[in-house]
């Protein structure tokens, strides 16, 4: 024989039951069934309802009793034939017609016993069993009903009763035993007490009803058909890679279902535990499907760990005090205080110093465990030696689950090391002796970004995803889009990183998708997005809380560098080619280093010097190894090198410094990159960077451009200053020339001193055939005393500054 059992979403309505009915035909073809069957989904709440209305003499609950009245009268319309619907017809306007004297008994009284209660809730697992019975021969299976009450004993404890199993198991293998037909359906969650009073048996009640016949048919296996394909590594509605588990063992299934895995109800697989008996979960709406088939063969499995599971709604008290130190019934006090007031315990743990203890219980039962704690131990309060019982709520339980893992070294570090690199803070740890279970407490604001995290972290093959949030989409910014397209599926292959876009921003307009932007069509996307607003967009950030976060700043805009500090606290990475924020004060660009330390946040800026040249990451690595940087020489600017490159008596100055602006090569106000400003901040990044404390009024910057140039207020009184002034650059050319030389704007550290201004470079210098918009940057170090280190390569365009912010985004996915 096999049992099976449909829950209330498997029976909802009437297409639903004929899935239903097409498994058990099917499976009845070659084996015997008991069939057990929840309520339609939704009634029991709907009783509920109805009786709670009654007892508080609110007329509702007539209103309630039409519904579900309606609602079995439909799915019988659809099941079965006009001509044959007069029995069950009667059989639920009998059933109704009780319904309806109970709760006007209870309207009357203004009062709701739990025995009247049971009663209540029991209708609508009658209902729905007899309604599927009859389906079930109107398909010419030789079925039958069975009243569950009739064989399942309990005593009187209404609400959730326990079972007599020696008197269930003999009336249960009785009729079993003798009966003839191929099918028999039962009503699930309900019983009867020795008076024959009706009775339930508490929450997972149908399943565990399945659980009870299959231990007393010695049941081949269990099959519990569900709206899911099993149980998962995690909660598919929080993590979306989450996968089905295809097999188990019982106690790993009973932790993770103690977890929150709400697929099976803990104690409704001990009858068939005690047996031995399989358990296999399956899918009604997808019946091919596997599924999770939970037994006692443990096979062994390359992950040590089978799933991620966690409970929400968690209070964390705290008891301690000196007074518990070697004082024996501490613990004994505390735990029968809690039990007086029926309060469960879902999580313990004990400093081994005795000085205090936590414990998990739900939200809603804190203050009244407060209370009752503080008045248990009020003598040792009153003394100053034990503390007030301290409360902490909203938080959450996360358990990591595998038989095996007490096989397996390092997994309490991986899963410590994955929450704290992505700053989920843990409140409290506890780990059985049979190290099945790994469990942390932690803020319930992190649940998403842990379970996620953690699952990334086991579960799929070290892939990492990375949120990505980027500010400013011009013409840097759209190459970044790009790039990013086009490498996201080599990235996720050959590197192991995932790559979302889940926030676009620009001066106009901004958009949020915690699934990801679709990077094929995001322009027409982010017109249709929201006022741009930089205080919404840390607040999205902030909200969506996900893990491995990274804000990418493409602009070149103060407030925008002025947010860094909020994000960095966050926890979320920071990736800037705006040069704004490490060439500030000296103060706060250390600033955002500490927080960068303190927050395990990155601060990668690699694109402040040298476009995608990798200068800083070569310079950290120098100081990193213990070099010292004595000298710097550069040519840093990009387009500064191909103004003066391409500079020429037939091509004069304006029109170069247009040509520059057009391919993306200066920064949105040309004057920023002519006044040597840019360079500055360059040449400053690289001296911080080297270990030097200098501010930017230390560096002496020897511009060539005429004071009326500096001083204008726009770009077109600019570029007319640069025609106005057409003679002072020729005049800068023709020197170049007669000296044989080539007009460079170079930075220079040396002695503690830097400064930045056009030089003559002659031939020997390794700057003289610098082309285009190259950049060169020399390190004179320790280690590189009489020949420099030299990097050199194209230091402007929009392409060259992408693919250096893109590098930097993989680097903190590579960590």
Excluded at 8 to 16: E, I, K, R
Aim: overall charge negative.
């Amino acid at each position: 024989m096999i049992v099976l059992k449909f829950g209330g979403t498997s029976v909802a309505n009437a297409q639903n039951i004929k899935l239903v009915l097409d498994i058990i035909q099917k499976k009845s073809q070659s084996n015997k069934l008991a069939v057990v069957v929840s309520a339609l989904s939704g009634v029991t709440d709907l009783l509920l309802l109805a009786a709670k209305n009654a007892s508080e003499k609110d007329k509702n609950y007539k209103e309630i009793i039409f519904q579900i009245d309606k609602k079995h009268k439909d799915v019988i319309d659809e099941l079965i034939p006009l001509s044959d619907q007069n029995e069950i017809i009667n059989l639920v306007n009998n059933n109704i017609n009780h319904l309806k004297t109970l709760l006007d008994g209870c309207f009357l009284l203004g009062e709701l016993t739990h025995r009247t209660t049971d009663t209540i809730l029991s209708f609508g697992e009658l209902l729905s069993s007899n309604i599927i019975t009859l389906a079930l021969q109107q398909k010419i299976i030789n079925s039958e009903y069975k009243d569950s009450r009739e064989l399942i004993k309990t005593n009187s404890n209404f609400g959730k009763a326990e079972v007599n199993f020696v008197k269930t198991n003999q009336l249960i293998s009785d009729f079993l035993k003798s009966n003839i037909s191929q099918v028999v359906v039962f009503p699930g969650f309900i019983a009867t007490d020795d008076n024959k009073n009706t009775t339930t048996l508490g929450r997972g009640g149908s399943d565990y009803t399945a659980a009870i016949i299959a231990n007393a048919s010695k049941s081949e296996v269990l099959e519990i058909w569900t709206d899911v394909n099993g149980m998962f590594t995690a909660n598919p509605k929080i993590v979306n890679q989450a996968q089905p588990i295809e097999n188990i063992s019982y106690q790993e299934a009973m932790e993770l279902s103690h977890f929150g895995a709400k697929v099976l109800y803990p104690p409704t697989i001990q009858p068939v535990l005690n047996a031995n008996i399989p358990i296999w979960i399956k899918n009604t709406f997808e019946p091919e499907a596997f599924g999770t088939y939970i037994s006692n063969e443990n096979k062994v499995h390359s992950n040590p760990i089978k799933g991620i599971s966690h409970i929400d709604k968690i209070a964390l008290l705290t008891l301690e005090g000196s007074g518990m130190i070697g004082v024996a019934g501490s613990s004994k006090r505390l735990f029968e205080v809690l039990s007086n007031n029926n309060i469960n315990v879902i999580f313990i743990t004990q400093a081994s110093s005795e000085h205090s203890i936590c414990i998990g219980i739900q939200n809603h039962d804190a203050d009244n465990a407060k209370k009752s704690i503080d008045k248990t131990f009020e003598l040792e309060i009153s003394q100053h030696k034990i503390e007030p019982c301290i409360v902490e709520k909203d938080l959450c339980i996360v358990a990591l689950v595998g038989e095996n893992m007490k096989n397996h070294q390092g997994i309490s570090g991986k899963m410590f090391s994955t929450l704290g690199k992505n700053n989920v803070n843990i409140r409290a740890i506890a780990q059985g002796a049979s190290e099945r279970n790994i469990s942390v407490v932690i803020n319930e604001k992190d649940i998403k970004k842990a379970l996620n995290t953690l699952h990334e972290r086991f579960f799929e093959d070290n892939t990492k995803q990375l949120n990505l949030f980027v500010m400013g989409i011009g013409n840097v910014g759209e190459k970044f889009i790009d790039q990013i397209n086009q490498q996201q599926q080599f990235l996720k292959d050959n590197l192991k990183i995932n790559l979302h876009v889940i926030a676009l921003s620009n001066s106009r307009k901004m958009i949020f998708d915690e699934e990801g932007i679709s990077l094929n069509d995001w322009k027409s996307t982010i017109e249709k997005g929201e006022i741009a607003n930089s205080d919404l967009f840390i607040s999205n950030v902030k909200k969506l809380n996900l893990r491995n976060s990274i804000f990418v700043d493409i602009t070149a805009n103060y407030d925008v560098a002025g947010i860094y500090e909020q994000f960095l606290k966050m926890n979320v990475g920071v990736v800037t080619c705006n040069k704004i924020a490490c060439s500030s004060q000296y103060e706060n660009y250390k600033k955002l280093k500490d927080l960068s330390r303190k927050y395990n946040a990155p601060f990668l800026f690699e694109t402040n010097v040298g476009a995608g040249l990798p200068i800083i990451d070569t310079l950290k690595n120098l100081i990193a190894s213990g070099d010292k940087v004595n000298k710097i020489q550069a040519v840093l600017s990009g387009s500064l090198n191909f103004i003066f490159n391409n500079f020429s008596e037939t091509y004069n100055f304006h029109d170069v410094v247009k040509e520059a602006g057009v391919q993306g090569f200066t920064e949105p106000d040309p004057k920023i990159d002519l006044s040597g400003v840019d360079v500055a901040r360059k040449i400053l990044i690289l001296i911080r960077e080297s270990g030097y404390q200098m501010e930017m009024e230390d560096i002496k910057n020897n511009s060539f451009l005429p004071d009326e140039c500096m001083k204008t207020n726009n770009n077109d009184d600019f570029f007319k200053s640069l025609t106005k002034y057409s003679s002072h650059f020729e005049n800068l050319l023709s020197e170049a020339k007669n000296k044989d030389c080539r007009i460079k704007f170079v930075a220079s550290f040396d002695n503690g001193k830097a400064s930045v201004g056009l030089q003559f470079i002659p031939k020997e210098s390794p700057f003289y055939n610098l082309e285009g918009k190259d950049n060169i940057v020399e390190f004179y170090t320790d280690r590189y005393s009489d020949q420099p280190l030299i990097i050199k390569g194209a230091g402007a365009g929009a392409a060259v500054t992408a693919s250096g912010i893109f590098a930097d985004v993989i680097r903190i996915g590579n960590v």
